[in-house]
Each structure stands twice: as structure tokens, then as C-alpha cells.
């Protein structure tokens, strides 16, 4: 398997390989070109893992596994979501809401129902429009873990309000590096878990259409732009966190995404 991670290191934010503990320093960011060497290295144990992406958007699918429908529509009933499977839906998070592993997801006090979303995303490397289903992956440059958190308590007021309950600063848990072979689109095991707790657990087979067809109809509407992430959507399973919780998302063939829960500071 084939990783890449952005990373600080004695001062600097870097792109690089990780293998063996080990990561090796690239030029640039990995969509700019051919991938090239710099020579230099740090274990990684001696580095802090970043986001591993810097996008100009974030388009977040909803409803895509089919176990999740009945639950997202027993948890908000005035969604409209008949339409779940026939037609793709999607949102736009801000970038702002980016946060990397190991960081600390930030409940404000407004919130009072803090959820969390495990989730695939896709990280793009290649400028994308009017794609087809078979042309899409050719346009992808790895995989990473997603952790769509949302104020639940907001988004249950109103549908109008999807969008600020999910795109609160540090809510949208992204990393800990790119896969850019070895994950199993197929079949490969998403799951969530809070504090060791088993709360979300699926395939990719679940999703309601490939990741080809996703990255399709998005292409349709809007291009998406090197290093821009798609979060395909979050299985059924999908509870509360508070603060001082752990929380995992874990897929095959990609790695783990750890962050922890903390109450915002007051001032």
C-alpha cells in the first residue's frame, strides 16, 4: 500500500511517503506532478500528521448506504429523502472545517448533540468535468478516513440548517494520510468506534453506487480541482459523542483516523 501523508516538521508543512515508520520528503503537493524525491527523511514518530489535504471544496454525500435511509429519516423527519438511491445527494462543507488526526474535535457550547460519521473520502488529482462512472477513478488520487461530525440538535430544526450544523470549525476530522493503492472499493470494512465501542461497521459494498458514479454526478454539476475531497457518506450505526470521548474511524486498506472530544473554552 502505497501512502501518502502532509505532515510539520521542524517548522515546515511537507508532503511525503510514509513506509516502514518511515517518511521520505517529496516536492510539492502530489497532484502538481510526477511524485519526486527530495532525500530527505524523518521517522514518524518525530512528526505531526496534518490533513492530508488543503481543498478548494469539500462535497459531503448523503444517504448512500442503504441501512442509514431509515435511520437518517427517523432522525430527521422533515428530510426528504424518497429520493435516496434515485438521485445523489449532496452538500458543500467549508474548508475551514478541516481538522487533522490526533487533533481535538471542538464542541461549542450551542451544541448541545454532537454526532459522529464515518466516512470514505476521495481525494481528487486530477481536474474533473463531465466525467463518466468509467472514467471517474482515473481522475482520483488516493483515499483517506472521514469523520462527517455534526451538531444534530441544529440540523433537527430545520433542513435549511444542514449546512451550519456541519461546517462548524473542526468538525470535519480528515486523515491520517492518503491511500493511493490497496483499498478494496468493493468490499472493504468501514467502522466507527467511540472510547473502544463498536458504533458503525459496513462494507463499501453497501453504498446505493460506485465511487465512479459518485464522482460522475458531482463532475456533472460542479468541477472538482486537484487535492478537492468528496466524503461519500456515512453508514447506519451514526450516535452522540461527548466530551472527553475517543473516537476511531478505521477502513481497510487505509488506516486509522483517532480525534478526541473537547468542550470549546469559554472567551
Given at each position: 500500500?502505497?501512502?501518502?501523508?502532509?505532515?510539520?516538521?521542524?517548522?515546515?508543512?511537507?508532503?511525503?511517503?510514509?513506509?516502514?515508520?518511515?517518511?521520505d520528503e517529496i516536492t510539492g503537493a502530489p497532484w502538481d506532478g510526477p511524485i519526486t524525491m527530495t532525500g530527505a527523511h524523518a521517522r514518524l514518530a518525530e512528526v505531526e500528521l496534518l490533513?492530508?489535504?488543503?481543498?478548494?471544496?469539500?462535497?459531503?454525500?448523503?444517504?448512500?448506504?442503504?441501512?442509514?435511509?431509515?435511520?437518517?429519516?427517523?432522525?430527521?423527519?422533515?428530510?426528504?429523502?424518497?429520493?435516496?438511491?434515485?438521485?445523489?445527494?449532496?452538500?458543500m462543507r467549508a474548508p475551514t472545517v478541516l481538522n487533522g488526526p490526533n487533533r481535538a474535535i471542538v464542541k461549542p457550547s450551542f451544541v448541545q448533540r454532537l454526532d459522529h460519521e464515518a466516512e470514505l473520502a476521495v481525494v481528487m488529482g486530477k481536474r474533473a468535468?463531465?466525467?463518466?462512472?468509467?472514467?471517474?477513478?482515473?481522475?482520483?488520487?488516493?483515499?483517506?478516513?472521514?469523520?462527517?461530525?455534526?451538531?444534530?440538535?441544529?440540523?433537527?430544526?430545520?433542513?435549511?440548517?444542514?449546512?451550519?450544523?456541519?461546517?462548524?470549525?473542526?468538525?470535519?476530522?480528515?486523515?491520517?494520510?492518503?491511500?493511493?493503492?490497496?483499498?478494496?472499493?468493493?468490499?472493504?470494512?468501514?467502522?466507527?468506534?467511540?472510547?473502544g465501542e463498536t458504533r458503525q461497521s459496513a462494507t463499501l459494498a453497501d453504498l446505493n453506487r460506485s465511487i465512479g458514479t459518485i464522482i460522475a454526478e458531482i463532475s456533472r454539476s460542479m468541477t472538482l480541482l486537484p487535492g478537492d475531497i468528496i466524503a461519500t457518506g456515512s453508514p447506519a450505526g451514526v450516535s452522540p459523542m461527548q466530551v472527553g470521548d475517543i473516537v476511531e474511524v478505521t477502513i481497510e486498506g487505509i488506516g486509522t483516523l483517532r480525534n478526541h472530544v473537547v468542550a470549546e473554552r469559554s472567551g
Open positions: 500500500m502505497a501512502t501518502i501523508a502532509r505532515y510539520a516538521y521542524r517548522g515546515m508543512t511537507r508532503f511525503g511517503l510514509v513506509h516502514d515508520g518511515i517518511i490533513c492530508p489535504v488543503t481543498p478548494s471544496k469539500i462535497v459531503a454525500c448523503g444517504v448512500t448506504y442503504r441501512e442509514h435511509a431509515g435511520e437518517a429519516g427517523a432522525m430527521l423527519p422533515h428530510h426528504d429523502f424518497a429520493s435516496a438511491g434515485e438521485e445523489l445527494i449532496f452538500g468535468k463531465h466525467v463518466s462512472a468509467d472514467e471517474a477513478l482515473d481522475s482520483v488520487l488516493g483515499y483517506t478516513c472521514y469523520n462527517d461530525c455534526g451538531a444534530r440538535d441544529i440540523q433537527m430544526r430545520s433542513p435549511l440548517l444542514s449546512q451550519k450544523a456541519k461546517s462548524i470549525d473542526t468538525f470535519g476530522c480528515c486523515g491520517p494520510w492518503i491511500a493511493t493503492e490497496g483499498v478494496d472499493l468493493r468490499d472493504a470494512r468501514i467502522e466507527c468506534r467511540v472510547n
